[in-house]
């Protein structure tokens, strides 16, 4: 089975900017649900763009996922090439 088969472009990008809207409004301090989040809402703008189904559902929450892994990498990736993390608090 091949992992691809399970990521929607649109989706991920959905994700990512959700992802990025609650981690940048400050008045929320839901950072530990993201994932979770991210999850739900990959299932169903999934189930919106491919009409409901549980293969649907899962390949949405699996994008929606992805989304959280790769906001982290590029973060990590930024940061370490200007020499800061986004989050200075979580490191101590």
Not at 21 to 33: E, F, G, Q, S, T
């Amino acid at each position: 089975m091949d992992f691809a088969q399970f990521l929607s472009p649109a989706v991920l990008a959905g994700c990512l900017v959700i992802g990025f809207c609650i981690k940048n409004i400050k008045a929320l301090k839901i950072n530990d649900y993201i994932p979770t989040i991210l999850a739900l809402s990959g299932a169903i703008i999934a189930g919106l763009l491919n009409g409901w189904d549980v293969e649907t559902a899962i390949a949405g929450a699996m994008s929606g996922l992805a989304s959280t892994g790769l906001h982290q990498a590029f973060t990590r990736f930024m940061g370490g090439l200007s020499g800061t993390t986004e989050n200075k608090e979580d490191e101590k």
